[in-house]
């Protein structure tokens, strides 16, 4: 169970190499022990760590290789042509900036509805030579996550023993779901200047590590994505060979960054803030980043799996008991939304709709 807590917590800001891939959970969903064994070892790693790896997965290499190849070819073009698809909205292409409230990395992205319709419509300033060359190689590798995350949801909601395990995946499966695909290219710092040359991408300021407690901090370490959660239900992660990721995990009572090794042939599997409300904090919603440290240029896809923005987002009633009352208040999709396009990304944005946070929780106990 996740509550707010006023203890302060010492972390660790950037781990020793000893901690790489430590405490990091593997899931083979090729389920060698059973379906029942399975659905366990999924629900005990939300539970865990809101984080794991999963292989065996049974996504064909193809739609994974044809993206990547799309977004290598789009990344390369002239920076003038890649603005065709930007500025983001916050869909579309965008370059340093994230989202509206100041917050910067290192790299260039796209940003992308998952909806056909959507795709169609930006694919038009990707790919201007043949936009529905684009959007087929987007809607491939989107269907296949989609049919992924909906299965590893219901292994989730069978090993949480929820009467319905389709719950969450249902408002994945809906047509007017609200997902999104994100493929971020993070550029090596030889690099960085051809960026610096458009001045959109311009940065003002260096992106470095600032260890919160003064700890361990590492020399010449690049932000390329800054600490943050998902919002979403589920988060699907896939990269080339070029590690990066880090994910904030426990270690003896204290929170620790822990590089996560690439590995291109799995998914990693994220919880997002709403599972972890849905559940009434039994599942985690974990914290990471990346660190645009290598010499490489690391490239990255990640299907954020959301329900629809009418979807009422409230703990289901088997993981509320006297012992473990509800946690947060009933919110909307579109509400929360709303939110965290409000607040800075490393926010901690569930907490605001945890009951007795303000006057919109309190009594809220329905």
């Known amino acids: ?30 389920a060698p022990g059973g379906r029942g064994a399975l659905s ?49 909205s916050p869909l579309g292409y965008g370059c340093r900036s994230i989202g509206f409230n100041g917050d910067a990395g290192e790299l260039e992205y796209l940003l992308l509805h998952a909806n056909p319709a959507a795709v169609a419509h930006r694919a038009r300033s990707i790919d201007t030579d043949d936009p529905s060359r684009f959007s087929n190689v987007v809607n491939e590798y989107v269907g296949a996550m989609r049919q ?13 023993g929820l009467k319905d395990p389709r ?10 779901s609200d997902s999104l695909l994100r493929i971020n290219h993070y550029p090596p710092p030889c690099a960085i200047h051809k960026l610096d040359h458009d001045s959109q991408c311009r940065m003002k300021n260096s992106f470095r590590i600032v260890a919160g407690n003064g700890a361990n901090q590492s020399a010449g370490a690049r932000i390329g994505f800054g600490e943050h959660s998902d919002p979403q239900i589920l988060s699907l992660l896939r990269s080339n060979d070029v590690d990066g990721l880090q994910v904030l995990l426990n270690s003896d009572g204290r929170e620790v960054w822990v590089q996560v090794p690439a590995d291109p042939s799995a998914f990693f599997v994220n919880v997002g803030d709403l599972l972890q409300a849905f559940t009434n904090g039994k599942v985690i919603s974990v914290r990471h980043r990346v660190i ?75």
């Open 1 to 30: 169970m996740v509550v707010p807590s006023t203890t302060p917590v010492v972390r660790q800001e950037t781990p020793p190499p000893s901690h790489d891939g430590i405490g990091i959970p593997t899931v083979d969903l090729s």
């Open 40 to 88: 366990r070892q999924v629900a005990r790693a939300c539970a865990q760590h809101g984080f794991f790896r999963a292989v065996n997965h049974g996504v064909a290499p193809g739609p994974a290789a044809r993206l990547d190849a799309a977004a290598r070819t789009f990344f390369a073009l002239a920076p003038h042509n890649k603005q065709r698809a930007g500025p983001p």
């Open 148 to 160: 992924l995350a909906c299965e590893i949801l219901d292994l989730l909601g069978e090993g949480l």
């Open 167 to 176: 719950s969450f995946s249902r408002l994945i499966a809906d047509t007017d």
């Open 292 to 366: 645009a440290s290598s010499s490489r240029a690391r490239l990255s896809t990640i299907y954020f799996a959301a329900p629809p923005l009418h979807a009422r987002i409230l703990a289901l009633p088997e993981t509320v008991t006297a012992n473990s009352p509800r946690q947060y208040r009933p919110f909307t999709w579109a509400e929360y939304k709303k939110t965290m396009y409000s607040l800075r990304l490393s926010h901690s944005r569930l907490n605001l709709f945890h009951i007795g946070h303000d006057d919109h929780g309190k009594g809220e106990q329905e």
